[in-house]
């Protein structure tokens, strides 16, 4: 790789990154249909390589995240240590599915959250706090599910949980993205290892863009507190629509 593709791949981590910040999802989500449009990968192949931005960003976030709204160890917990086991299921699970399977089912898993999310836009949202509306055990079947799609999708289960946090659990949009975080971390970890070992990751791309990441994901939170609760899932809802969008003109 020469000197000016790896700073317009820097160029692109930063993006991604703030991308990752603002919705407390380490920036995957984005960067996994950036890969396969841009960079003509195969899904397990952008999948994996997208896991090496993410792991560092989710990990930045969350600190970030903890930092300007302390998250309960307890809940944190309980998300992370169910998500841990599903998503080493699922991540080995997906390293041997059929990559033109495993997008079109990326897409429709994107298609799906943005309706719900959508949806939810349009319904009488429930009063947001800090503290769980359902008992906190139940946390580790929202860990379990999340995990086990994250795995399966590499996207860290962040960007499942957080919508469910909100709409089940009745915590505000910020709580939940810090949560979710605490949710992706072991989860983003033991998926990446998962793809590094079947060898779907692309380590020359992947560097820079972690790079660019790291740099850029704290813009991204503190953008999310600033934001109002109504625009920040707007602007997630548009943002699954989009990824969806992109991923599917590679389809």
């Known amino acids: 790789m020469d000197l000016l593709a790896f700073a317009l791949n820097i160029l692109l981590g ?4 703030t991308l990752g910040g603002l919705f407390g999802i380490g920036g995957g989500l984005i960067a996994i249909p950036a890969l396969g449009v841009l960079f003509g990968l195969d899904q397990q192949l952008a999948q994996g390589t997208a896991l090496v931005m993410v792991v560092p960003n989710v990990l930045l976030a969350l600190w970030r995240y903890h930092q300007r709204n302390r998250i309960d160890l307890r809940h944190a917990l309980a998300l992370a240590l169910s998500s841990f086991g599903f998503a080493l299921f ?4 997906a390293v041997n ?10 897409v429709g898993f994107l298609v799906a959250l943005a309706f719900y999310n959508l949806l939810r836009m349009f319904m009488r949202p429930p009063a947001a706090s800090g503290q769980l509306r ?20 590499g996207v860290g289960g962040a960007v499942i949980a957080t919508p469910i946090l909100t709409s089940v659990f009745g915590t505000s ?25 079947h060898d779907h990751v692309q380590w020359a791309l992947a560097i820079p863009l972690a790079l ?40």
């Open 14 to 17: 930063l993006a991604l990154g």
């Open 90 to 93: 699922g991540a080995s699970w």
């Open 97 to 106: 599915l059929d990559p033109e399977s495993m997008r079109l089912a990326f």
């Open 134 to 153: 359902r008992p906190w055990p139940w946390l580790t079947v929202l860990g379990s599910g999340s995990g086990l799609l994250g795995g399966l999708f």
């Open 173 to 197: 949009q910020v709580v939940a993205q810090g949560l979710s975080l605490a949710l992706a971390a072991p989860s983003t970890g033991v998926t990446l290892a998962t793809y590094a070992l």
């Open 212 to 251: 660019g990441g790291l740099l850029s994901i704290s813009w991204g939170v503190r953008l999310a507190h600033a934001l109002p609760e109504r625009i920040l899932r707007v602007l997630f809802t548009a943002f699954l629509l989009i990824c969806a969008l992109m991923l599917g003109l590679k389809v």
